[in-house]
């Protein structure tokens, strides 16, 4: 075939084959032929026969020769020139079977036969039957007498990651030498040498140094550290940002669902539901002064119960202003009112959906039951306050601004800790049942002054309010509403106000200097003297004036007491009925 390669690719024949060959005729003598060694011999010529040598580079090349006169049969010269007719010029070829390569250094080049006979059978033998292969191709994947074997190369010690060049390993002394650079397969590279590709090679002078490697742990710890030192700059900036403003998203905070809104009745809460509709907040104004209170609606008629000191200073009805807990005003007159309980009541027309509150029996109460006010504290108006009852019949007196006695209020109060300021006078104070036991009247300040009208000695609330039992409210309202005018009950007696012993001590004269024991009246009846001193009341201690006026003031006039009296170092006991006077 012809594809560009020479045409003695193919196995060594057989015998038969190898007695085909054609043989060129001789022409004369033997230099003059072809490949005979002469002086116009164009090929190369035939080397005398040798024996193998010894050296390595002659056995590496003889492992695979078979001995020419056993592979072809052709035992000597004169038979392959007897072997057929004149050659054919194709048949040139053939000679080419006797070309060398120059032989290895070291070795001895036999010279060429001037004979002209035929070369021996042997000779023939030791020749090979092919030109040497350039490309080192063995024919069909087996080595052949022109084709050396490559040395034997084994892998090298891995390269330490430290060095940066790696000498190349010293080549095998009897390495082949390396084919020319445009027989060497390419590196692949662009512009890079033609080199033979070697597996087990481990570097040469003419290959780039090895780069060395660079620490992963290294590169790891300088990763780290800046990962740490962005993500701290990041997580400051949101700290800062979410300090400053209260977050990155809107905040929702949880919270419970809708539910009843009812309480139960007794609660304060209850109890301060029921009874807000029937308060009222009054603003006075008259005689250059104004000022603030409470009140409670008594019917649907419209009647409203206060304190006198909140309405005194009022002249007309367009002074009295009243506002309801649902913010309606209207405007209101005086009915009534009583000094010396402290007591008033207004009027208030073309108002609907009155609710009045109902009234309890300041008898029942007990101290230590809980207890609700209600009232305008410093204008603060339907201001809900709780407590306790305190203590129960506390005398007080309130008043006394005038300077004659004509505003001195007596009450024989309840008293409560829930806080009481100034406004919450003439507001309702309430028992579990939101029914009326008391109306709020006085404070005990921290100075030591009582009643709303000391209001340099009134800072404010201590934990002590005391209230006019319901029971004297009641009455009075009644009297007030009815008749305009308050009765008081009465013993017939003057008393010494001045009298610094223990109880009330009967005066031996009047104001105008008459006599100190009324006469007819229900002391001198019960056989009263000037000079006794009262000590009890109902079998309750009194010690001094204003309790024993307390104490008669808390009852209806025609109500029967029994007093206890000391008369020249002697204790008697007198009984009376209450007789009835007007009050102012």
Do not use: C
Request: charged share 20%.
């Amino acid at each position: 075939m012809d594809n560009g390669k020479p045409n003695w690719w193919s196995r060594p024949s057989s015998t038969p084959e190898a007695a085909r060959i054609p043989s060129p005729p001789p022409t004369g003598d033997v230099t003059d032929r072809p490949g005979a060694g002469g002086a116009d011999d164009g090929d190369f010529p035939l080397p005398a026969p040798q024996p193998p040598t010894t050296t390595a580079g002659a056995e590496a090349e003889g492992a695979g020769v078979t001995d020419l006169t056993e592979a072809t049969g052709v035992s000597g010269a004169a038979e392959v020139a007897d072997a057929g007719p004149a050659a054919e010029p194709e048949a040139a070829p053939a000679v080419l079977l006797t070309k060398s390569e120059p032989p290895a250094p070291g070795v001895a080049t036999p010279a060429p036969a001037a004979s002209a006979e035929p070369a021996p059978a042997a000779q023939l033998a030791s020749e090979p039957l092919h030109a040497p292969d350039e490309y080192r191709t063995p024919p069909y994947g087996e080595p052949g007498p022109w084709a050396p074997a490559p040395p034997v190369q084994h892998p090298s010690a891995p390269v330490p990651p430290q060095q940066a060049h790696v000498p190349p390993v010293p080549p095998q002394a009897h390495s082949h030498p390396q084919p020319p650079l445009h027989q060497q397969p390419h590196s692949g590279a662009p512009g890079a040498p033609w080199v033979q590709y070697d597996p087990w090679g481990t570097g040469g002078a003419g290959l780039p140094p090895a780069p060395a490697k660079k620490s992963r742990k290294g590169l790891a710890i300088v990763g780290a550290l800046v990962f740490a030192l962005v993500t701290g700059v990041i997580g400051g900036g949101i700290g800062a940002y979410v300090e400053r403003n209260g977050g990155l998203t809107t905040v929702e905070l949880p919270q419970a669902d809708a539910e009843d809104t009812d309480r139960a009745p007794e609660s304060v809460a209850g109890i301060a539901a029921s009874a807000l509709p029937g308060v009222v907040t009054l603003h006075v104004k008259g005689g250059g002064s104004s000022g603030t209170g409470t009140g409670f609606v008594l019917d649907t008629k419209g009647h409203i119960l206060t304190n006198n000191h909140v309405v005194d200073s009022a002249r007309s009805s367009e002074d009295i202003s009243v506002t309801f807990s649902s913010g309606e005003t209207a405007r209101a007159k005086l009915v009534g009112k009583d000094t010396g309980y402290d007591l008033a009541v207004v009027q208030v027309t073309g108002v609907s959906g009155l609710k009045p509150l109902p009234l309890g029996n300041s008898e029942n109460v007990r101290v230590g039951d809980p207890v609700v006010a209600i009232g305008a504290p410093f204008d603060l108006s339907n201001t809900v306050t709780s407590g306790i009852i305190s203590a129960k019949e506390r005398p007080i007196t309130a008043g006394g601004e005038k300077g004659d006695g004509s505003d001195i209020s007596y009450v024989d109060a309840l008293q409560t800790d829930a806080p009481i300021n100034p406004g919450n006078s003439g507001g309702p104070l309430l028992d579990s049942k939101a029914r009326v036991i008391g109306i709020n009247s006085a404070i005990r300040a921290a100075g030591g002054g009582s009643g709303e009208g000391d209001s340099a000695s009134q800072p404010g609330s201590i934990g002590l309010g005391f209230a006019i039992p319901i029971n004297q409210g009641k009455r009075v309202a009644e009297e007030l509403i009815n008749t305009g005018k308050a009765t008081h009950p009465v013993i017939g007696v003057s008393l010494d106000m001045q009298f610094n012993g223990d109880g009330a001590r009967v005066g031996e004269k009047g104001k105008d200097g008459s006599a100190s024991v009324t006469p007819g009246g229900p002391a001198s009846k019960a056989g009263l003297l000037p000079g006794d001193v009262i000590t009890k009341v109902d079998g309750q201690r009194v010690h001094n004036g204003e309790e024993l006026i307390v104490k008669i003031r808390a009852h209806r006039p025609g109500d029967r007491l029994e007093l206890t009296l000391t008369r020249d170092g002697k204790e008697l006991t007198k009984t009376l009925t209450l007789g009835s006077s007007q009050g102012a």
